[in-house]
């Protein structure tokens, strides 16, 4: 939409600096983790292959065991990933086609890089400036049974295709009694704060779709779940918003496995285990929840005061939802039952975000285990603010206080 | 456009720099033009400053197309297009029912026997003739008022009355969606939706999916509907954007009635109708008089082949009048003269001026008119008459289709509560007792 702000992509990179996962001088215990030295990322290809969930779609061995064997990995990025699933798409669904504004160059977070060259510009190719346009072209695509993966070219611009997505795509199947549907209809949008996108660059909308039944919005929160959730919202067969952290882009780097494999849409991935507080996110903030957790076990010199001793050896289990709509309830309820505290973390703004519908069902369905109210570290209430970024995300200090209030509770 | 003829010295250089295409090594030379283009237009470069205000030369408008006069006689110069008796008879056949199953309906909702309507009545030949002018499979996305295209290509009066109904026999949309809101997957009739004008992007998709489809490229085209009001959305703006410049065999058909609800089309836009925006898009543009069937067909027949063999999108912009209420929800006499309404059907008639012409050949008749009235009329009365007894499909199917594949848990759940509260209250309850009878099995499938 706005072209001047296309050097996002490239500014990007320099960004990470300002990730507040790498905001506190190294403590004594140790350096936090960032993104780029995550324990989340898969840094081998063992690792890589083991990641829970993965399912080949060519399997070579009906033994999942034996069906690593052969099985190669590539250094990848995040938009390295979203592109390698979009090649494997277009490869095996020729009715596949790739649009947006300025996806026939590559993109201007490169996500489309050489797809033009490779598949050509009649199923690879540009659209006139019109979010609308884009979300109806892809439905009446979609209902024409063609796989239609459509580019917003950020998350803050989908606003005007809104009706189209909410009045139509969502409710295409149930006002035809199942005639027609937009299954095949794949958004892709960048999402999420980057640093400097202020207002317009950094919105996390996940929120506002989460009353269009017939929907599904998908999250993911690095290259190997990029690849695989965005190859699985593909083929779902109801229309997907994927929303790709654009931060994650190029900071979020791992062993991708090269073949094609998906991983299952509506559910959560358990990243690390424990018994005393349940921790949910998804995007960026997984990062930021990560950090914190550091911050809880090891604080950093210039905060320990702030960390009880009693609470250094909690075990917290961090839930990455993956999923927002329909979000997976299981695995957090199993979670919060044995934990009876949670803790959601995103960016978007608290009244009326998905934060408010978790914390409600939680309340309901775990009432009797809950030992503290659920909370919730989110945006605030405003506009993303331009040089304000950094006290207006959920980073790792806030994620650490909610954590010690509620397990002090 | 207004542009100096001579560049100013520090413009040169830039002229310059554009046409040797940034490489350093090619010697900077003056352009070849004395005059130059601009970079993103073939725009010629006048001297003479010059405002305009219509696609046409001043003062004009663009011209209707039109065969035959009120009395069914070909107009001077006009060329009548080849039917044979059958296909014209065919025609009149479908326009002749579409007023007598609009009243038979319009008052059934009057009696509150269907909770809602909308007639076509004045528009008949502009829906007949370009349902005749197309391939049966050719993709169509309507607004609401174009059910004719649907009976044209066979859908019948039950499966129409069945969905205003919403009974167990609604195949368009199980009882979900208000009347009129037809699909037929098998008729290529795409959902009618309420939002208006959302259906015209899609048609643009539609279009680009027939052209990459190898067994339809260069056969069918996509094909959308809208009135003059719906043209105001920014989906008009976005869908002939993306079919011109996305080249997709997509034919836009605009009804340009008059009126959208009570706003005129006068206060809905400031130039000449909705063709005149045609050219703005470099889309092939026509105008025609929507109560002159023939004109109709010949244009869309003519519309369909350009816009199939270009691969490109085409805009017919059809004038009628809408002699009908909006809806059955709007009294339009309350913004317009009862003797307006009157005046238009008496004069400009578009059934009348079709079965004069083929009275003139002798393809039809006063007897058979009666004939063809009395059938449709029983048609639609039984029609109705079985509808009514039948009941609504089963309750359950309230929670089908919202997504396929797995249901999501959430609707599991919600699915579940209802059933809880239906086996608790149902029976008591006196709102939902009544109406439970109503549906097929009384939601049996939850009682169990």
Redo the contacts between chains.
């Keep these: 939409m706005y072209r001047s702000l296309r050097a996002l992509s490239r500014t990007s990179r320099i960004s990470r600096r300002w990730s507040s996962t790498q905001a506190n001088p190294p403590p004594a215990g140790g350096h936090l983790p960032s993104i780029a030295t995550s324990a989340f990322l898969k840094p081998t290809r063992d690792v890589s292959l083991r990641t829970p969930g993965l399912r080949w779609v060519d399997p070579v061995d009906t033994d999942p065991a034996h069906d690593m064997v052969g099985r190669e990995t590539r250094k990848m990025n995040m938009y390295q990933a979203v592109r390698d699933a979009l090649s494997i798409a277009l490869s095996k669904d020729d ?1 596949a ?1 790739v ?1 947006g504004e300025d996806v026939a160059f590559g993109g201007v977070f490169r996500c489309t890089m050489g797809l033009a060259e490779e598949f050509g510009r ?1 199923r690879i ?1 540009n ?2 400036l ?1 979010e ?2 884009i ?12 796989t ?1 993966i459509a580019e917003i070219q950020f998350a803050d611009y989908i606003f ?1 295709a809104f ?2 997505i909410v ?2 795509a969502a ?11 937009a ?1 095949k209809l794949t958004i892709r949008c960048p999402s999420m704060a980057v640093g400097h996108g202020a207002l317009y660059h950094s919105q996390s909308p996940e929120g506002f779709f989460m009353g269009a ?2 929907v ?1 919005i998908v999250i993911p929160r690095s290259p190997i779940q990029a690849k695989g959730l965005l190859l699985s919202a593909i083929r ?3 229309p997907v918003i994927f929303m790709e952290p654009k931060i994650l882009y190029r900071s979020s780097v791992e062993q991708v496995p090269i073949d094609d494999y998906e991983l299952p849409l ?1 559910k959560a991935e358990v990243l690390t285990r424990g018994n005393d507080l349940t921790l949910v996110s998804w995007g960026t903030p997984v990062y930021h929840c990560e950090t914190a957790l550091k911050m809880l076990s090891h604080p950093p010199q210039s905060i320990a005061e702030h960390v009880p001793a009693s609470l250094r050896s909690a075990k917290v289990e961090l839930i990455d939802l993956r999923t927002v709509l ?1 979000w997976d ?2 695995t957090v309820i199993e979670s919060v039952k044995r934990t009876g505290r949670l803790v959601v973390v995103h960016e978007a703004s608290r009244t009326g975000g998905v934060g408010a519908e978790i914390g409600a069902e939680i309340q309901k369905q775990c009432f009797l285990k809950l030992n503290a109210p659920v909370k919730l570290v989110t945006g605030w209430d405003t506009p993303v603010p331009m040089v304000y970024e950094k006290f207006y995300v959920p980073d790792a200090i806030r994620i650490l206080d909610a954590m010690m209030e509620t397990m002090t509770y | 456009m207004f542009r100096p003829t001579r560049f100013p010295p520090s413009l040169r250089q830039l002229t310059v720099a554009r046409t040797s295409r940034g490489v350093a090594s090619v010697t900077p030379k003056l352009p070849e033009y004395p005059h130059g283009n601009l970079p993103s237009s073939q725009s010629p470069i006048t001297s003479t400053m010059h405002f305009f205000n219509s696609v046409m030369d001043s003062g004009k408008q663009i011209p209707t197309y039109r065969i035959i006069d009120g009395a069914g006689q070909p107009i001077e110069g006009a060329e009548v297009p080849e039917l044979d008796r059958d296909f014209a008879r065919n025609m009149y056949e479908n326009m002749a029912q579409l007023p007598i199953i609009d009243d038979v309906l319009y008052n059934l909702q009057r009696q509150g026997r269907i909770s809602f309507y909308i007639t076509a009545y004045g528009e008949e030949a502009a829906v007949i003739g370009s349902a005749a002018a197309l391939a049966p499979d050719d ?1 169509v ?1 309507a607004q609401y008022r174009e059910a004719g295209v649907l009976l044209y290509r066979g859908f019948g009066i039950e499966s129409l009355i069945n969905q205003c109904y919403g009974t167990s026999l ?5 009882g ?2 208000m009347p009129v ?1 037809y ?3 098998e008729l290529h009739f ?2 009618i ?1 309420s ?1 208006l004008a ?1 259906q ?11 052209k ?2 190898p067994s339809r490229r260069g056969k069918n085209c ?1 094909v959308t509907y809208f009135g003059d009001g719906a043209a105001s959305e ?2 008009f ?3 002939m ?2 079919a011109s ?2 080249p997709s065999p997509t034919l836009f058909i605009a009804r340009n009635n008059g009126f959208a609800i009570s706003t005129p089309s006068t206060e809905q836009y400031y130039g000449d109708g909705i063709a005149a925006r045609g050219a703005g898009y470099g889309v092939h543009t026509i105008r025609v008089d929507g109560n002159d069937v023939l004109a109709v067909y010949s244009a869309v027949k003519e519309a369909r082949r350009r816009c199939i063999e270009e691969g490109r999108a085409v805009l017919v912009e059809t004038m009628t009048y809408r002699v009908g209420h909006h809806s059955t929800s709007d009294d339009s006499f309350a913004y317009r003269p009862r003797k307006e309404v009157e005046e238009r059907k008496r004069l400009d008639n578009p059934l009348v001026r079709f079965r004069l012409f083929l009275e003139l050949r002798g393809w039809w008749s006063k007897e058979e008119d009666d004939a063809l009235k009395a059938r449709i009329k029983a048609d639609v009365h039984a029609a109705y008459k079985k509808a009514e007894a039948l009941p609504r499909p089963p309750l359950s199917e309230m929670f ?6 797995e249901q ?4 599991r759940a919600q699915e579940k509560e209802l059933k809880g509260l239906v086996r608790k209250y149902g029976r008591s309850w006196e709102p939902w007792k009544a109406e439970l009878k109503k549906f097929k099995g009384e939601g049996k499938e939850w009682f169990d």
Aim: proline residues 7%.
């Design positions: 009715t086609v649009f009649e190719f659209t006139p019109t609308q346009g979300a109806g072209f892809g439905i009446g695509l979609a209902s024409m049974g063609h239609a005007p009706d189209q009045n139509e409710k295409f199947r149930f006002r035809s009694g199942g005639n027609y549907n299954g039944a017939g599904k779902d067969p109801n509506g329909p309830v299981d | 993709e996305l609604d195949s368009c949309t199980k979900k969606q809101h699909s037929s997957k795409h959902t939706s939002p959302t015209i992007p899609q048609a643009a998709g539609v279009g680009f999916a027939l990459r489809d996509a920014g989906d703006h976005a869908g954007l993306l410049t996305i089908t289709d919202v997504y396929g594949g999501p848990w959430n609707l």
